[in-house]
């Protein structure tokens, strides 16, 4: 009798890689933060210390050839930014993100509409990765709206995934780490659902951007990123149990809450509470205010500050000036809540916004 080939096809090689780099993924915690160019601190000048996952914010896609490419003003600096960061924490491993919110959301669907433009996308981001440093990748594609657009999305982070343990079994590197920045519940508004199974089966972990609940879109003040329901249906706990019950592991959810916070002009100075009318926003053009700067105007104005323990949310106001954030006493809780979940961490947009890493120092201390 012929004997049998017993050759064992690559890409249940590389499946099998793939699990097992997952797998030892999840034994890490995440105690993360965002850094962009320009955001008021240099890469040198973060406590790193206090994290075990930086991401280096945005690399961007190329419309025209569906390429991840660094910015010429951002190339010296994203270079330079493991090096930077790894001065006070060796052991602190960094991601470059790729989109962002004011990215092309058009461009990332036509990319990933295509087996060739994804592979495009998906070379280009290894190669990008490796040359510049960094311990792995975080798509942060905002957002597919449709169900085709979900379903390339999961065709994307599959492939993503075998060429991540392929390249690392080739080059006998640790497989760069995959990960996504991702609406706060599996269930976009549009309505489409994320493709859960494809993105627990393919990303180390996601990034559930837990905040934005409300700004200068809404019709009236309330908490940025109310971890329970203040009773709109909105919440950072509504979206981890509803991304739980679709399938994502809890150990593969990372908490997000913001370092900054929304600033309103109320419609009537002694209407100053949750689901007030606003006449629009304060202090910047969108209402967007870092918490150091909150911070500031608390003292220089006197503001009154309200910890709402229901919701889990702080908020403050002077005269008709409104401002939703998170401070200590948030971010402690949800911290907690996040450990007691299960969840692999949690991460802030952006490092920049801390007050002299009270936030962070907070974060890390009550994991």
Same mark, same amino acid.
């Given at each position: 009798?012929? /004997? ?17 780099? $997952? ?14 160019? @320009?955001?008021? $601190?240099?890469?040198?000048? $973060? ?5 075990t996952h930086l991401f280096c914010a945005f690399a961007d896609l190329d419309a025209s050839t569906n390429e991840v490419v660094i910015s010429s003003a951002n190339a010296q600096s994203f270079a330079a930014f493991t090096g930077d960061v790894q001065q006070t924490n060796p052991s602190v491993k960094t991601?470059?993100? !790729?989109?962002?919110?004011? /990215? ?13 433009s994804r592979q495009t996308f998906i070379n280009s981001s290894i190669a990008l990765a490796r040359s510049n440093g960094f311990y792995g990748l975080d798509l942060d594609w905002e957002y597919p709206d449709t169900d085709e657009k979900m379903t390339n999305l999961g065709l994307l982070l599959e492939e993503? &995934?075998?060429? +991540? ?13 995959? /990960? ?5 519940? %599996?269930?976009?508004?549009? %309505?489409? =659902?994320?493709? +859960? ?20 879109? /809404? ?9 329970? =329901? %203040?009773?709109?249906? !909105?919440?950072?706990? !509504?979206?981890? &149990?509803?991304?739980?019950?679709? @399938?994502?592991?809890? #150990? ?5 809450? %913001?370092?900054? #916070? &929304? ?9 100053? #509470? ?36 229901? +919701? ?40 920049? #916004?801390?007050?002299?890493? +009270? ?9």
């Amino acid at each position: 009798m012929a /004997s049998k080939d017993n050759h064992i096809p690559l890409f249940l090689i590389f499946s099998f890689l793939s699990l097992l780099q $997952i797998n030892s993924s999840m034994a890490q915690n995440v105690k993360g933060g965002y850094w962009f160019l @320009g955001s008021g $601190i240099t890469a040198s000048n $973060i406590n790193s210390t206090l994290f075990t996952h930086l991401f280096c914010a945005f690399a961007d896609l190329d419309a025209s050839t569906n390429e991840v490419v660094i910015s010429s003003a951002n190339a010296q600096s994203f270079a330079a930014f493991t090096g930077d960061v790894q001065q006070t924490n060796p052991s602190v491993k960094t991601l470059l993100s !790729i989109g962002g919110g004011s /990215s092309n959301a058009n461009a990332f669907a036509a990319m990933a509409s295509q087996s060739s433009s994804r592979q495009t996308f998906i070379n280009s981001s290894i190669a990008l990765a490796r040359s510049n440093g960094f311990y792995g990748l975080d798509l942060d594609w905002e957002y597919p709206d449709t169900d085709e657009k979900m379903t390339n999305l999961g065709l994307l982070l599959e492939e993503w &995934r075998t060429a +991540v343990a392929a390249e690392a079994a080739s080059s006998g590197k640790a497989a760069l780490l995959l /990960s996504a920045a991702v609406y706060y519940s %599996p269930h976009y508004w549009s %309505p489409a =659902d994320y493709p +859960v199974a494809a993105m627990a089966a393919s990303l180390d972990w996601i990034n559930a951007m837990a905040y934005d609940f409300f700004g200068n879109w /809404s019709s009236t003040t309330g908490p940025l990123a109310a971890l329970y =329901d %203040p009773g709109n249906g !909105i919440s950072g706990d !509504i979206g981890v &149990r509803a991304w739980i019950q679709a @399938g994502m592991p809890a #150990g593969q959810i990372v908490l997000g809450f %913001p370092f900054y #916070g &929304r600033a309103f002009t109320l419609a009537n100075a002694n209407n100053h #509470g949750y689901f007030a009318p606003f006449t629009g926003t304060a202090l910047s053009s969108d209402g967007a205010i870092v918490y150091n700067q909150i911070t500031s105007y608390i003292s220089q104005n006197s503001a009154t500050t309200v910890y709402n323990s229901t +919701v889990v949310s702080a908020y403050c106001y002077s005269g008709t000036t409104w401002i939703s954030y998170d401070d200590t006493q948030t971010i402690s809780t949800k911290v907690v809540y996040a450990k007691g979940k299960g969840l692999k961490g949690y991460f802030a947009w952006h490092v920049a #916004g801390d007050d002299n890493w +009270v936030l962070s120092q907070t974060a890390s201390s009550s994991w």
